[in-house]
């Protein structure tokens, strides 16, 4: 494996639970588990900051303090590789795209998910096929696709008990909002069941760090993206749901599809579907099971220890080329 390394993790902010934040505690928190040395940079710090210092990283939100012997930088977001570039420009850079949106339609303004183009950064990763390609064909960019990791010991398999119908579901997004259409439609999903319906996430009930106990109290889990995996991850049934469309549940014979596009519901292009035909999907979900199948995706894809060797890797081959 080599020597430890010593590497700066950035992201535009460490101050709220939502994904590229929790994308990066997870990966800090694997690298420094296994012996390295991180530096976590966000001119925001906050929540998650605050809970990677309890685990011994040091965060700043300067990046002149960002050491300067860092042997490789890994970072998310436009912004923050261009900062760490300019401030180590002899350090190796793997940037990460999480998203599909690279500028404003309206304005033309650059988004945090925009690739750097102004120079050369060592190794692009995406999330999905989806991004991977946006990245090949409009910017000539070649990345590997990483999956959505998740800390396996923290979101622990607790599958829902084998029923006829669920009586516990759960919309995890921090991106719905009570008013919205597609959240209408699980309210009607639920009201069929007769089962209680609990909305998390930034413009419902806040849980701040404990979303996996909410989850473990459910049978259903709607969202997109690290949400859903999240319930995915914990053995639930999983549905891809949101203001994307309805992509559907995860399962053997969906999630090669649905992987794609990040898990995001993009596949059903726009679409979302009625109450009874999500009705329809969560039967025939409960009555065809797949846990040995589920259970060996999570570990096979879906493992902070796998990607973060993957990462550390591709890390030290990058240093020692440098």
């Not at 928190?29 to 990283?57: C, N, W, Y």
């Amino acid at each position: 494996m080599g020597a430890p390394l010593k590497i700066c993790v950035g992201n535009n902010t460490l101050a709220t639970f939502a994904g590229s934040e929790l994308w990066t505690y997870t990966l800090v928190a694997e690298l420094q588990r296994t012996g390295h040395s991180v530096t976590a940079f966000s001119p925001d710090l906050g929540a998650i900051a605050s809970k990677l210092e309890m685990i011994g990283t040091r965060c700043t939100a300067d990046v002149h303090t960002v050491p300067n012997d860092c042997d490789v930088i890994i970072c998310n977001h436009h912004d923050i590789t261009t900062a760490l570039h300019r401030r180590l420009p002899h350090v190796p850079i793997i940037a990460v795209v999480h998203g599909i949106s690279h500028r404003d339609p309206h304005t033309g303004e650059i988004l945090p998910e925009h690739p750097v183009t102004d120079f050369e950064v060592d190794q692009y990763v995406a999330v999905s096929e989806e991004v991977q390609t946006l990245l090949r064909d409009s910017y000539n960019i070649d990345a590997v696709v990483l999956r959505n990791f998740f800390d396996l010991s923290r979101f622990t398999w607790t599958p829902a008990p084998v029923e006829a119908a669920p009586r516990n579901i759960l919309i995890n997004c921090n991106y719905s909002r009570p008013q919205d259409e597609h959240v209408k439609v699980i309210r009607e999903v639920a009201a069929h069941y007769g089962a209680q319906l609990r909305t998390i996430g930034a413009n419902f009930q806040e849980v701040g760090w404990a979303v996996e106990d909410a989850i473990r109290g459910s049978d259903v889990v709607v969202g997109m993206g690290r949400s859903v995996l999240e319930g995915f991850c914990m053995g639930k049934l999983a549905l891809v749901h949101g203001r994307w469309g309805t992509g559907g549940v995860v399962t053997e014979q969906t999630y090669d599809v649905l992987k794609l596009t990040n898990f995001s519901g993009r596949n059903s292009y726009g679409r979302c579907a009625s109450a009874d035909e999500i009705v329809g999907l969560i039967d025939e979900a409960i009555g065809h099971r797949q846990s040995d199948w589920q259970r060996g995706s999570i570990e096979k894809n879906h493992d902070v220890r796998t990607a973060a060797t993957t990462l550390v890797q591709r890390a030290q081959d990058l240093s020692a080329r440098r």
